[in-house]
């Protein structure tokens, strides 16, 4: 029939938008044909479901998958139970979606009593699981925060100690540089700059400045070179 003929067509266009990885056209281009959710062939929704489940998008399907399922339609359709099972498995249940997923299995007329208990039970053991999972995921992220926050606390006392090193080496050296006859060397700068800029070296004039810029330049190197004390206080 032209129904049959039309399903097998969009099935085969549906596998090969997938293999050009064009997923994310799929559902726009099968609703160009059929354009309902409610209207779409059990095996072109089957694959809808089964193709964005495995790209990581279920979420694509909520809405589609829903209307299908609740349509009054679809509700004497044989493929009804097999197609609820594989959207609660494929999309509700991995996305956290427990009470949509009830409300689902509790509003699907086309369900007996036995089929509905036997979804519910599944739903609940989900959920289980799922309440498992998360509290072992806060207990793990309870247990890494006392550990990022001893981390935390060790990288800044050893910070702290670089910073105290530090300052107290500035302190130091400070200390050093103030200790420095800085009258001498001033005085030792001027003479070298007469003896080089204004004075000719090789002139028996020159000599004396130049003997006086040595012992000058040795006094202050030897007051770098001693030990550090403060000179005495003079009026």
Known sequence: SFAEVKCSLCVVGIQALAEMNRWREVLSWV???YH??????PKVLELC??????????????????????????????????LLELYLAQVLLPLGRFQGAEELVRGCAGLDSEQRLAFLGTIGESRCRWAQRE??????????????ETVLGVLSQKLLTMLTLLRRALRSMSNHFY????KKMLLATFLLYLVVVRLDPASPTSLPFIYKLVQLFRQAWAAVLSPIHRPPIRD
């Open 36 to 41: 309902v959710p409610e209207h779409l062939p």
């Open 49 to 82: 479901i089964l193709l964005y489940s495995k790209v990581g998008e279920p979420q694509v399907m909520l809405e589609v998958g829903s209307s299908w399922l609740r349509a009054p339609a679809n509700q004497s359709l044989p493929e009804l139970g097999s």
């Open 135 to 148: 509290e072992t995921r806060s207990a793990a992220e309870e247990q890494q925060d006392p550990a990022a």
């Open 31 to 33: 609703l160009q044909y």
């Open 179 to 182: 200790l420095l006859p800085y």
